[in-house]
């Protein structure tokens, strides 16, 4: 682990809040970016790590870390994934690589076990990490997780152009070689938010407009390699692990509207795993854009009363 000084991608990296310290993680020809901030208290009472979700970045979890009660008791580690923003790589990425630079940040703050919250991809990663790797997961979030078994149509109609979106990364990797590689803009999601937030307010027209900019490929394409996106794509779609395989505490928080997933469905998932509870948030699929107090606030009740309990 080095702490931050000069890279390459560093006009990606997110902005820091007072007190949390920027480093990076070596990791073979990988550097990954990620950020820790203590806890108030002299001694905290464990870490949580926060996963963002597909055409995302460490600056997804901004707004919570600066907001959530936890950060009085809590060490708060998050992190830009390999290939996303500041954490640069041409190499194709599946869910195992993810969670082996999870367990590489793990020992680089010298954490053995952690609360492992992730967002769509990042709960991907979040779930497939906690099926290999129980004995470091203190307990488990999953924030609108694309769960097999609670797919709404929209999305079972997507996972059927994943054939198409293999192709389209196999081309884009073999131009990336040959040095075409686009010049990426940095993402603030929190500045987004906001702007999102206006709409959202207004309902409506403007509410529609909302889920078709975040749902929005071209959108996501001004902050992300099209390689590394259509990748994010294939393995969100991979299938789930066995819910027996998710032992520790979980908490499941799906959302209302039934962009991608369905509530009653996935409460139905929920059921099937050995220690778990889920709160459904009024929300499409962007529960910190959209709902952000009410998440932070079901967090940290859920670590208050099922993590530490």
């Known amino acids: 682990m080095t702490k931050y000084r000069d890279f ?17 993680v070596a990791r073979g ?19 949580v790590v926060l ?14 870390v600066e907001t959530t009660d936890l950060r009085q ?16 790589c041409r190499q194709k990425t599946r869910l195992e690589d993810w969670s082996d630079d999870l367990n590489a940040v793990l020992d680089a703050f010298g954490v053995e076990r952690a609360v492992v919250i992730g967002h769509s991809l990042g709960a991907q990663v979040a779930m497939h990490y906690t099926a290999h790797n129980s004995e470091r997961v203190r307990a488990l979030g999953l924030l ?15 996972r059927k152009l994943m054939p198409v979106v293999r192709v389209v990364e196999s081309v884009t990797r073999r131009l990336n070689r040959l040095g075409f590689i686009r010049r990426l803009a940095p993402q603030d999601l929190r500045a987004m938010d906001a702007r999102a937030r206006d709409k959202i307010e207004k309902g409506g027209k403007e509410l529609e407009e909302f889920i078709e900019e975040y749902s929005s490929t071209k959108a996501d394409l001004q902050y992300i390699h099209l390689a590394t996106y259509s990748r994010d794509l294939l393995e969100v779609a991979r ?6 395989l998710l ?3 979980t908490l499941v928080i799906g959302s209302s509207s039934g962009t991608f997933t369905d ?7 929920v059921a099937k795993l050995p220690n778990a509870r889920m709160r459904t948030v009024t929300c499409a699929h962007w529960p910190m854009t959209e709902c952000p107090a009410e998440v932070s606030k079901v967090i940290s009740d859920w670590v208050a009363e099922e993590v530490l309990s």
């Not at 820790?36 to 870490?47: H, I, P, Y």
């Not at 996963?51 to 919570?64: D, K």
């Not at 008791?73 to 640069?88: K, N, T």
């Open 8 to 24: 390459e991608s560093q006009d990606l990296v997110y902005k820091l809040l007072p007190g949390e310290e920027r480093v990076r």
């Open 29 to 47: 020809d990988v550097s990954l970016h990620c950020s820790r901030l203590r806890s108030v208290a002299d001694t905290a009472k464990g870490t």
């Open 51 to 64: 996963l963002h979700g597909v055409a995302s970045n460490g600056s997804r979890w901004e707004e919570f």
């Open 73 to 88: 008791d809590w060490d708060i580690i998050r992190m830009d994934l390999r290939g996303h923003a500041a954490s640069v």
């Open 144 to 158: 609108d997780p694309l769960i097999e078994e609670a797919l709404t149509q929209k999305a079972l109609d997507k």
């Open 239 to 244: 299938p789930s692990p066995a819910p027996e």
């Open 247 to 249: 032992s520790v505490p």
């Open 263 to 269: 509530d009653v469905a996935m409460a139905e998932w």
